[in-house]
C-alpha cells in the first residue's frame, strides 16, 4: 500500500503486500491495548487488513497489514481513514480516570462510542462490535458500567449490524490487572484484601476474547446480539490471589480490611497521586464479576481456558534483563 501523508490525525501506514489489496479492511479502535494487540493477531491471520486507531503509534503494530491511525477517538478528523472498511471493532475504554488529561468515562466509553457509530454510518460500514463489561447496566452503582451502558446504548441505537460483548476481568500476557498486582504480590509482607474476599471473578483469556470477536464478524447470528464473556469457573477473590503467588512463586498472608473502614479510607485518598483503588473499582470489586456462559459456548465454543495466575510473568522473569513491573505497551 503506498504510504500518504495525512492532512489529519498523524499516522503510521505499513508497506502491504499487493495481495492485501484484496483484503477485507476493518477499523479497530483501542487497537493499541492489551485486547488490541491480540485482536490484531488474530484479524492478521484470518486475512484481515487493519485500520488499527489508538491515542498513539504502538512499535507492536508496525506490520504489513496494519495502517496506524493515532488520533483520539472521542474527537474528529480520524474518521476518513475508515473509507473503505467493512466492519469495525471498538475497544475503547479505561478503568480509571484522568480528569486532567480529559480521559473520563463519559468521554471513552460513551462519546467515542457514539463517535465510531457516526463513522460507521458515515462510510458505508454496517457491521459492529463493541466491547463493554461484565456488570454494565443502567442501574449500576459504579459510573464505569454506567458510562458503558450509555456507549452501548449508542451502539444499539444506530442501525448498523451491532454486536455487544461483556467480559469478565481478562487475563494473559501484560494484562492490567496482572501486572498491577504482581509486583505488590511480590514485594509486600502481606495483602491487604478488601472485606472478606469472597466475592468472585470469572477470570477470562484475552486469547478467547479476541476469538469470539473474530468469529462474530462473520456468523448473521451474533447480529443484535449481547455475549457475557467469563472463564470456565468462577474463583472468590482469595483464590484468584492465591493462585497468582503460586505462579509467582511466593506466599503472603492475606489480611482482610472490614468495608466499613476501606469504603471511607478509598474515598479519602483515591484522588492522590500513585493511589491503588478507587471507589469505582471497590464497588466493582465487591460486586464480583460472574456470568452464565452458555451463549458465548454455543456461538464461539467458549471459555475453555482455567486461569492459572501470570503464567506469561513467569516466562518473562526468567529472562533478568526484562522489567516484568512495566506494563508492555
Same mark, same amino acid.
Given at each position: ?174 494484562? &492490567? =490487572?496482572?501486572?498491577? *498486582?504482581?509486583?505488590? +504480590?511480590?514485594? $509486600? @509482607?502481606?495483602? #491487604? !484484601?478488601?472485606? /472478606? ?62 468495608? &466499613? =473502614?476501606?469504603?471511607? *479510607?478509598?474515598?479519602? +485518598?483515591?484522588? $492522590? @497521586?500513585?493511589? #491503588? !483503588?478507587?471507589? /469505582? ?49
Amino acid at each position: 500500500m503506498p504510504r500518504r501523508t495525512p492532512t489529519g490525525p498523524a499516522s503510521s501506514e505499513s508497506v502491504a503486500h499487493p495481495a492485501q489489496h484484496r483484503r477485507r479492511r476493518i477499523l479497530l479502535t483501542g487497537a493499541s491495548g492489551f485486547v488490541g494487540r491480540e485482536l490484531v493477531r488474530q484479524l492478521l491471520a484470518e486475512g484481515w487488513e487493519i485500520v488499527a486507531v489508538a491515542r498513539r503509534l504502538c512499535p507492536e503494530l508496525t506490520r504489513p497489514g496494519v495502517v496506524q491511525v493515532a488520533a483520539d477517538v472521542a474527537g474528529d478528523g480520524w474518521q476518513r481513514w475508515c473509507e473503505g472498511c467493512h466492519a469495525a471493532i471498538n475497544l475503547v475504554g479505561i478503568i480509571r480516570e484522568v480528569r486532567r488529561s480529559g480521559a473520563t468515562f463519559e468521554r471513552l466509553h460513551h462519546i467515542a462510542a457514539a463517535k465510531v457509530v457516526a463513522a460507521c454510518q458515515n462510510n458505508g460500514i454496517r457491521r459492529l462490535l463493541q466491547m463493554s463489561a461484565l456488570g454494565t447496566r443502567t442501574t449500576a452503582i459504579a459510573e464505569y458500567h454506567r458510562s458503558k451502558w450509555r456507549g452501548e446504548e449508542a451502539v444499539r441505537a444506530s442501525g448498523l449490524d451491532w454486536t455487544i460483548f461483556r467480559p469478565a476481568l481478562i487475563h494473559g500476557p501484560a494484562s &492490567g =490487572f496482572e501486572t498491577e *498486582l504482581a509486583p505488590r +504480590l511480590r514485594s $509486600l @509482607p502481606f495483602f #491487604p !484484601v478488601f472485606g /472478606d474476599g469472597t466475592y468472585k471473578m470469572q477470570p477470562i483469556a484475552v486469547s478467547e476474547v479476541a476469538h469470539a470477536f473474530v468469529a462474530a464478524l462473520d456468523r448473521p447470528a451474533a447480529i443484535g446480539q449481547c455475549y457475557d464473556l467469563g472463564g470456565p469457573e468462577a474463583l472468590t477473590w482469595d483464590e484468584l490471589l492465591a493462585r497468582m503467588m503460586t505462579t509467582l512463586g511466593v506466599h503472603r498472608p492475606l489480611v482482610h480490611i472490614p468495608l &466499613g =473502614f476501606a469504603r471511607p *479510607l478509598v474515598s479519602l +485518598l483515591q484522588h $492522590l @497521586p500513585g493511589a #491503588p !483503588v478507587t471507589r /469505582d473499582q471497590l464497588t466493582m470489586l465487591i460486586e464480583g464479576s460472574t456470568c452464565d456462559t452458555a451463549a458465548a459456548a454455543l456461538a464461539f465454543d467458549i471459555p475453555q481456558i482455567r486461569y492459572q495466575g501470570p503464567t506469561w510473568m513467569r516466562l518473562v522473569t526468567a529472562r533478568p534483563s526484562t522489567d516484568v513491573t512495566r506494563p508492555l505497551r
